[in-house]
């Protein structure tokens, strides 16, 4: 397949079959057939000049998949936390807090400081103050969770002004507010300038393990980056953030987090189905908070415009390695890191001799490993625009999202994706890659990569998503090894008789590995899941459970240690859009224990939490209407 910028431009060809193929497309024979998009080998031409015009891929192709040396994995290219960072009891008041300033103080940044809605040259930010009107403004919710990371002293949370300095009404002292330029490519097509529309950094802070967490207002007011809009947000897409961004991090998955949630006290315009009938709705504002939110569409944008401007990719490039990718910087030039593209000139990628093909082959790995993790929880993103994509591997911007409930692979939560389904739920290992191919492409533009290291890049991707999703399937199905005919025949299954994915897996912990359970008792353990199936569906069903406990035998492992192990990697509860819903229904009347009691609930998704199973049930009728299972991308 190809991707075509402008006649000097870089040129991707993806010649493979699809991820989205290799774990879930051929499980569904009669399922509608889903757009096909770029996948594993990649062969990538050199240029120097980038147009952001590309076209869908062609479905063709074939796998191909390289081994990976051993010194890949002996090379530490993960910067993960390895658990043993002692906690502090460091308890600071909003007024002591470590403001550090490096995203302004190290590039270059918008002469101006108004908000007039403009393209923004040369500068990767516009300083800008939150405007967002307040009056009275309310203190919703908080994450003690995310407190403790920047050192905040709880009870920083009962101050009278917390709320207007968290509605960006009072300046918080030592802040330095700014709005963040990118572009990005929107369904495939590039959109230019997008840029913190509303959202606003007020800086970064250092807290007592020198970690660096930037706190981002969203829903505070224009920049000059909301081109028609007013800046602000509504008081339920602010609680799906806030509930989303922290439910996520609960679950294990890598994500922005959610210090808090206030209302602004004013009502904000908004036509939800953009069909001509807007009404007036609760405003509010989520502090966000994350390592860093720059995106793929942060790079995009200037290589975008070329010239001087590719520089600044390079400057940008810098930042991110100096300061959320030490590891990279401080690599061993001692032992090289060298490895075979795969095509045929016997050439060899050494990512000791280029830092910048080392950052890019971590940022598709961990792109890749994030993507998994949303396919083994039946998480659906809705909008994986490159503006929407983290250089640092994680969730970010929380739109239409959705949690499967009835299995289906061409589930979308997103009505502005309705015609094509590009950002379904099985599209998103394809749309990984396709988005690293962008962003690939833009470090070529900028003379940072080669070709064979953007192929590189793009094959670790492949790489590690399918070593990363293989492990997730068999741990949730408490297997040693994985068994991709069992799982194929499974999700096969699922599909057909549209099974609630997040319920199947945890009842199937009950299942006791004995072969010699009568043939009519094999599912009583999955009742409770496996809904409304006629003769011929039992038996398809009976049929797999038998093939599974013959699996669980041989694994030699006790049910009980097994049954721990599945049901702490199954969670009982994720963040379904009714619940969702249920909770900004009473918030809009001014009750606000829902979404608190529902935050607490999420905290612990993988115990049982007696008490709270009404949380696990499948959805209410009135779960399926617009505007709950589907939004809009500005909902």
Request: charged share 25%.
């Amino acid at each position: 397949m190809r991707f075509h910028f402008s006649p000097k431009s870089p040129l991707l060809t993806l010649s493979s079959s699809s991820l989205t193929s290799l774990c879930l497309r051929p499980f569904f024979p009669s399922s509608p057939r889903l757009p096909s998009f770029p996948s594993l080998a990649c062969h990538v031409s050199t240029g120097r000049s980038l147009r952001m015009d590309s076209s869908s891929p062609d479905p063709s192709s074939s796998l191909s998949i390289d081994s990976v040396a051993d010194a890949l994995k002996n090379q530490s290219l993960s910067g993960q936390d390895d658990g043993n960072s002692k906690k502090t009891n460091v308890k600071l008041s909003l007024e002591d807090l470590n403001w550090d300033h490096s995203f302004v103080r190290e590039l270059p940044g918008d002469p101006r400081s108004d908000s007039i809605p403009r393209q923004v040259f040369h500068s990767c930010y516009t300083k800008v103050l939150p405007s967002a009107e307040v009056e009275n403004p309310k203190l919703v919710a908080w994450s003690g969770s995310v407190a403790e990371l920047l050192d905040l002293d709880l009870k920083e949370f009962e101050r009278p002004d917390f709320p207007l300095k968290f509605s960006g009404a009072s300046p918080l002292a030592g802040a330095v507010s700014y709005a963040q330029c990118y572009g990005g490519h929107q369904f495939g097509t590039w959109a230019g300038q997008l840029g913190d529309g509303r959202a606003i950094t007020l800086g970064e802070i250092l807290n007592s393990k020198l970690e660096r967490w930037e706190l981002q207002l969203k829903g505070a007011g224009k920049t000059p980056y909301s081109r028609f809009a007013d800046g602000l947000a509504v008081l339920r897409s602010s609680i799906r953030e806030f509930l989303c961004s922290e439910a996520m991090h609960f679950l294990g998955i890598p994500t922005t987090r959610a210090l808090c949630l206030v209302t602004t006290g004013k009502f904000v315009t908004r036509d939800m189905f953009y069909d001509g009938n807007s009404k007036d709705e609760p405003g509010a504002v989520v502090c966000r908070v994350s390592q860093s939110f720059l995106r793929f569409g942060s790079y995009q944008i200037h290589a975008s415009r070329g010239g001087e401007d590719l520089r600044i990719v390079r400057s940008l490039a810098d930042y991110a390695i100096r300061h959320h990718f030490p590891h990279i910087e401080n690599m061993s030039k001692s032992e090289s890191l060298s490895f075979s593209p795969g095509d045929d000139d016997q050439s060899v990628v050494d990512l000791t001799s280029n830092k910048y093909a080392a950052w890019v082959v971590e940022i598709a790995e961990r792109t890749a490993s994030l993507v998994a993790k949303w396919q083994g929880v039946g998480f659906t993103h809705g909008v994986l625009n490159t503006d929407n994509m983290s250089i640092l591997g994680l969730t970010i911007d929380y739109g239409p999202f959705g949690f499967l409930d009835a299995f289906d692979p061409s589930y979308t939560p997103n009505t502005t994706d309705l015609p094509g389904r590009r950002y379904c739920f099985a599209n998103q290992p394809d749309i990984g890659l396709w988005n690293i191919a962008q962003f690939a492409s833009t470090l070529m533009a900028a003379d940072l990569i080669s070709d064979k290291e953007a192929n590189y890049a793009m094959e670790r991707y492949g790489t590690k998503f399918m070593d990363e999703y293989q492990a997730i399937m068999s741990r949730k199905l408490g297997l040693q090894k994985y068994n991709k005919q069992l799982v194929n025949k499974l999700l096969g299954n699922l599909a057909v008789d549209k099974v609630d994915y997040t319920n199947f897996f945890r009842a199937l912990s009950n299942i006791r590995a004995d072969p010699g359970i009568p043939v009519d008792e094999l599912l009583v353990p999955l009742k409770s899941v496996l809904l409304d199936i006629g003769k011929e569906r039992k038996e398809a069903w009976t049929s797999w459970v038998q093939s599974y406990i013959q699996e669980l035998v041989a694994s030699g492992i006790s049910d009980e240690e097994r049954k721990a192990s599945m049901d702490s990697v199954n969670p009982k509860y994720v963040l379904r859009n009714y619940l969702c819903q249920s909770a900004i229904d009473a918030a809009e009347m001014g009750d606000f224990e829902e979404v608190r009691r529902l935050l607490k609930v999420m905290e612990r998704p993988y115990e049982e939490q007696p008490g709270m199973e009404k949380y696990a049930r499948l959805p209410p009728a009135w779960a399926y209407r617009p505007g709950v299972c589907m939004l809009s991308c500005s909902s």
